[in-house]
């Protein structure tokens, strides 16, 4: 039986992984979130003092694996549950650059596939439709201004201590957005059918809703 594979990529902060459960939950995939991965993995290198050199030799010792509980997605390295751990604003910025190395992608590449091979899944992420799944039967880039995703950015933030300012939070994303780019191995870039949809007019219930919209046109 073949499988139903979507495909979102975008920049960070665009709303994709909130935006992608969303629309998973009301079609019934399996939502995949595929930035909690690499996240891991920096969270690995970071707390393991890893060298940029030892790297590839090391990820086999990550044990980095995705587990459905209840219907949602929890990432796990080894035995413990991270998902909270990974979502720090220095883990972030670990992230973007450790997701650049190829030895990581690589490592990382097959469990995606497996995962899309055996559900229909909405998978996120920066290469999603250029580099995991080229096939996807539907492609969305979904984006906003940056602006707009750093004020959505400060406002999730505001409550909690230690709350950066919106500036430092916009220059965050502009300096993310560049080293996302411009990385070597699988830059962000909308594929070439992939069908751009931007949310900075949009709130989440609107986003989910278009894209909805989009994938029963395309898969119906």
Do not use: W
């Amino acid at each position: 039986m073949k499988t139903i594979n979507i495909a979102i990529d975008g920049p960070a902060g665009a709303g994709k992984s909130t935006i992608a459960k969303m629309v998973s939950k009301q079609l019934g995939y399996i939502y995949v979130d595929t930035g909690a991965l690499y996240r891991t993995i920096a969270l690995y290198i970071t707390e393991n003092k890893i060298a940029d050199k030892d790297i590839e030799t090391s990820l086999e010792k990550a044990k980095v694996s995705l587990r459905f509980i209840d219907g949602a997605q929890r990432v796990f390295l080894g035995k413990r549950d991270v998902s909270d751990l990974i979502r720090t604003p220095e883990i972030s910025m670990a992230a973007s650059r450790t997701s650049a190395i190829p030895a990581v992608r690589e490592y990382l590449f097959e469990t995606q596939q497996k995962i899309a091979r055996e559900n229909n899944v909405i998978m996120d992420g920066r290469d999603i439709g250029t580099v995991v799944l080229p096939d996807a039967d539907v492609k969305i880039f979904l984006t906003a201004s940056a602006e707009e995703r750093a004020n959505r950015r400060y406002k999730e933030l505001l409550e909690k201590p230690g709350c950066p300012s919106y500036q430092e939070i916009l220059d965050d994303i502009i300096k993310r957005d560049y080293q996302d780019m411009h990385r070597e191995t699988s830059p962000l870039k909308q594929a070439e059918d992939a069908v751009l949809v931007d949310t900075t007019e949009l709130n989440l219930e609107e986003s989910a809703a278009a894209i909805v919209k989009i994938i029963k046109e395309k898969i119906d």
